[in-house]
């Protein structure tokens, strides 16, 4: 990516905007393929939608699309074991002592979860996917501020605000090499002009979001609390200090950081985009999405082809087409 940019753009500005397109898949501008650029002209082609009501919508939709097509759901039902029998996946038991039989098991969870914890034994199959997944990189952690600011007419901010700060490598320091929190983060603030987000129609709600290294060994330990409100109070100081007022108008304020998103959602570190694009082989050490064990299908943001959703919805969508291929199973067009 960097290459690309020393290449095309001696305008500053510019080669920030390119650095950022890295980022979107938790990777380092300095190692990340510049295949990567192709995310500015997805944006350009295609634009950048809201869903009313926030991406939380798209969740309660898809779910209830399952729900009419007759999809069972078991929530908070954690998996802890993918059992196996002769190299295939049988089922799955979870945390309550239960089993299901299953014949395709399908998992989301973080591919280094699946193959090195829900899946017991040291079985020859899985020794070349479990050497990939140890080289990987993990992705860009990030560091979340929610806000719920009054209206104020005189000072709208667009959908989309992004404030980069004088050094932006040395963010990119800070996250890979150093693995500190960074000081003077580019800022990315989302307040989308959506009344179905707020309580009542006197408010926004803002989602602020800067890259962070991932949480735990090897990473930065989130877990002094103290530290992570500071931490969030520094970058509102950051954006005030762009002239955008935000204590005037704070109605509430909260913060997730890495270790929050590993705990809600076993993300390990709370590594956003599961591995990184660091490196032109990095797309080869990820998860395939059917897994050497025959009838398990790995899916999500640590299997092919990537994090972020628009990749994570292709990853769904290859794993529907194996499983229902190998079934000779048609999707539903309806
Ligand atoms: C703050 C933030 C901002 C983001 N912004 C963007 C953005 O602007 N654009 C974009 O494209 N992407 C963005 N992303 C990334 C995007 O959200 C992820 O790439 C995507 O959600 C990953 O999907 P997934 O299905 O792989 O994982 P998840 O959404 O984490 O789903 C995995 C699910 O599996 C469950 N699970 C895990 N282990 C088990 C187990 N053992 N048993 C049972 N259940 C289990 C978890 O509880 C979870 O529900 C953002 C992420 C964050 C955190």
């Not at 087409?321 to 048609?330: E, L």
Request: charged share 20%.
């Amino acid at each position: 990516m960097r290459k690309l940019a020393d290449e095309f753009l001696p305008d500053l500005h510019l080669r920030f905007i390119l650095d950022r397109y890295a980022t979107y898949s938790g990777s380092d501008p300095r190692k990340a393929p510049a295949v990567l650029a192709s995310i500015a002209f997805v944006e350009e082609s295609f634009g950048a939608w809201h869903i009313k009501g926030g991406l939380g919508t798209l969740a309660t939709l898809v779910h209830q699309r399952c729900v009419d097509v007759g999809v069972d759901f078991h929530f908070n039902s954690r998996v802890v074991e993918i059992t196996t029998e002769k190299g295939r996946a049988t089922g799955i038991q979870l945390a309550d002592g239960s089993f299901i039989a299953a014949d395709a098991v399908v998992t989301n969870a973080d591919a280094s979860i699946t193959y090195n914890a829900l899946i017991k034994g040291n079985t020859t199959k899985l020794r070349k996917v479990r050497r990939n997944l140890s080289k990987a990189d993990p992705s860009i952690a990030g560091f979340s501020v929610l806000l719920g600011v009054r209206k104020d007419e005189s000072e709208p901010l667009s959908h989309h605000t992004v404030l980069f700060p004088d050094d932006y490598d040395a963010e990119f320091n800070s996250i890979f090499s150093s693995k500190t929190p960074v000081e003077k983060p580019t800022i990315y603030i989302c307040a989308p002009k959506d009344d179905a987000m707020t309580k009542d129609m006197t408010l926004e709600s803002w989602s602020i979001l800067v890259n962070a290294p991932h949480h735990g060994v090897n990473g930065f330990d989130w877990s002094n609390q103290e530290f992570n409100r500071t931490y969030a109070n520094s970058i509102i100081d950051q954006i005030e200090e762009h002239g955008i007022p935000i204590r005037t108008r704070l109605e509430s304020f909260s913060f997730r950081t890495p270790a929050d998103l590993e705990t809600a959602v076993n993300a390990p570190g709370g590594s956003i985009y599961g591995t990184s694009s660091n490196g032109a082989r990095a797309a080869f050490m990820r998860a395939k999405n059917r897994s050497p064990i025959k009838n398990l299908y790995c899916v999500g943001g640590s299997a092919h082809p990537g994090g972020g959703l628009p990749l994570v919805g292709m990853s769904g969508e290859i794993v529907a087409n194996a499983v229902g291929g190998a079934r000779n199973v048609q999707p539903l067009r309806n």
